[in-house]
């Protein structure tokens, strides 16, 4: 079975600041790996995904993340976050096997200050 | 079409009444999901349909009851809810039928429930 932990349930920044939001897995198998933000009174929306290849995915908004094997995690990074960066963000994980069981960390709400 | 609608966007009902919440999709997907949220929590999961066949049912009280009447409709009927059982009701869907595609979901709006 997957299990995401997401460490830091809360990540406050100035705007302009980098941040990073961190996200570490576990698993006995093969796994995709996603980024969800969800915007209050809002559903998820993808930020963006691991499935092969390249380790680092980036999204078009300024997002990238790190696909790290040996570590096992996905941690999330943008350079200069922005006022409208304010959201839940959610890792989450599924086996490559058996893509519908979607398992998600318990979130990190990042709030951007002026 | 990249999107999933749910309606309604908000449902207050009392704990005898009956309800019913409604997901579509058109963007030809095999797998539809009906996931629960609570505040500041992640989104649980509920039930999967995968090719309109009940494929997962993670031990939901019987008084939710899922529909797929085909591949772009999924319901879930709701009876006898409990006051704990208020949360944001999420749809999603995946994966097109020729098994191309890359395996996110898609998730509508939700549906922010009430029972009193």
């Known amino acids: 079975a997957q299990s995401v932990t997401q460490l830091d349930s809360q990540v406050p920044v100035f705007e302009e600041a980098p941040v990073e939001l961190r996200c570490n897995y576990s698993?006995?198998?093969?796994?995709?790996l996603f980024w969800y933000v969800q915007y209050p009174n809002q559903g998820l929306q993808l930020l963006l995904k691991y499935l092969s290849g390249s380790t680092l995915v980036e999204s078009i908004n300024g997002f990238e993340a790190e696909f790290n094997k040996s570590q096992t995690s996905f941690h999330l990074r943008k350079p200069s976050v922005h006022i409208s960066d304010t959201a839940e963000y959610f890792c989450?994980?599924?086996?490559?096997?058996?893509?519908?069981?979607?398992?998600f960390g318990t979130g990190t709400r990042l709030q951007v200050f002026p | 079409d990249t999107e999933v609608t749910q309606t309604p966007k908000h449902l207050v009902m009392g704990m005898t009444n009956k309800k019913s919440l409604k997901c579509e999709q058109h963007?030809?997907?095999?797998?539809m999901y009906w996931y629960k949220q609570k505040a500041k929590k992640p989104p649980e999961l509920m039930f999967v349909?995968?090719?309109?066949?009940?494929?997962i049912n993670e031990s939901v009280p019987s008084r939710f009851s899922p529909e797929c009447p085909n591949s772009s409709l999924l319901n879930l009927h709701l009876h006898a809810l409990q006051p704990e059982d208020s949360a944001l009701y999420l749809c999603a869907s995946s994966q097109d039928r020729s098994g191309t595609s890359s395996y996110e979901q898609y998730f509508g709006p939700g549906t922010r429930l009430t029972v009193t």
């Open positions: 989450a994980v599924s086996d490559q096997e058996d893509t519908d069981k979607l398992i």
């Open positions: 963007m030809g997907h095999r797998a």
């Open positions: 698993s006995s198998v093969s796994v995709y």
């Open positions: 349909y995968s090719y309109e066949k009940l494929s």
